[in-house]
């Protein structure tokens, strides 16, 4: 009787995981295999990307970034990015680091810049729980 009811659960797990990954694939499929997130806006003049959840840039807004961090760059120095996020938020380290190594990916600076991630000050984000913001050193 055991093993019948082992089986059977085997079974209804295993039922269950297809409908779920399939379901999923269509979500993705949908959505064009993109992790989006709402709300991330950039204030290319004060420097901040701010975001809801996680950073999400259009290829637009990337390309501003990365073309104003490469004319403000003096030849030898560093850039900094400081991400900021509110301590209320579940896992908020690993969010923040997710998020700044996500917008350096996203940005592919080139080899020679120097970058240092740093937690940032959470005043800077104004009304929102999270922002990135840099400076060139």
Request: charged residues 25%; positive net charge.
């Amino acid at each position: 009787m055991v093993d019948g009811l082992s089986g059977a659960l085997c079974i209804l797990i295993l039922v269950s995981t297809v409908f779920i990954v399939s379901g999923t694939d269509a979500v993705v499929g949908v959505e064009g295999g993109k992790l989006t997130f709402r709300d991330s806006f950039v204030n290319i003049g004060d420097k901040t990307i701010y975001y809801v959840g996680g950073v999400s840039l259009s290829n637009n807004d990337l390309y501003k970034i990365r073309e104003a961090i490469k004319s403000s760059r003096i030849k030898g120095k560093k850039i900094e990015l400081w991400g900021a996020i509110s301590e209320q938020i579940e896992n908020n380290t690993g969010k923040n680091t997710y998020n700044l190594l996500k917008l350096y990916s996203d940005l592919k600076l080139p080899r020679n810049i120097e970058v240092k991630f740093n937690k940032g000050d959470l005043a800077r984000c104004g009304d929102y729980r999270s922002c990135i913001y840099w400076s060139v050193e």
